[in-house]
């Protein structure tokens, strides 16, 4: 299938070149064709478009823990080899909430460390251009909820080498005016380290787990506590978005509503 789609992104791009000689075609590297072609050789002014969108989020791409990641690393960097680093660029999916909210994930995942991890590895690979799908996550997005996510992504653009912790302690300082709410952020990724997607399905296997559940309780009752802190409207506004967020990790993803008998959940 790769040979198949690059021979015909190769056509394509001859043929633009009829009227747009600089002009530049990509080869979707996506679900068929993230093997690498093993015959046909990209033309002129073809590029390779990598989106590995069913890669775990839980781990940097390049988490020698991960075997789903390792997969992906294996495909991509033998692609490189075919285009060059020079000619290839990336399409993730860190921010697409149409890709976790169909998985009944509810949420960007918050994973600072795995984020890096994947924008450090691409930067090392000499990857020249990283893009991301944020589909859904615009304003209705960020009115039922908090997540740093969207900040830290552009924040490691800029910077990949800056301090992550650094990072959502300023942006917590600013949007919830208390560095409490970073307490909160530093258990949700050790929380969503064991509920996450991976392979295009939401593994929740733990979410039931007691360590799942004494990190998301603690969390939930430090939100709880910034939330009485909180005075100001707009603050305490945020800091309420911050409690619904927290709290949906208890909600079991194969029942349409709340699991009771989850330890540590009360409903009110």
Known sequence: MSDSVLWFSSEMAKTLHQVRPQ????????????EPPKHVKPSQGLILEWAPMEQSFAHALDDPTSPTNARFRNYFEANLEIFGPANS?????WLDDTLFSRLYFGKLPYSPDALKGDLAY????????????????GRDYFLSHASP???????LLWDIGVDTHDLVRGFCRDYFGSEVAARVYDILAEADKMVFVEGHELHAGRVKDR??????????????????SQSDPVRKARAAKLVSEVSSRFISPTQPHVDEHIPGWHRH
């Open 89 to 93: 660029q990336v399409l993730g999916y």
């Open 211 to 228: 360590e799942f559940v004494e990190a998301v309780s603690k969390a939930l009752r430090l939100a709880h506590d910034l939330l009485d």
């Open 122 to 137: 691409y930067h090392r690979m000499g990857v020249p251009a990283i893009t991301t799908f944020g589909v859904i996550s």
């Open 23 to 34: 002009a530049k075609f990509a080869f979707l590297s996506y679900l068929s064709t993230w």
């Open 149 to 155: 996510a969207v900040f830290l992504y552009p924040s």
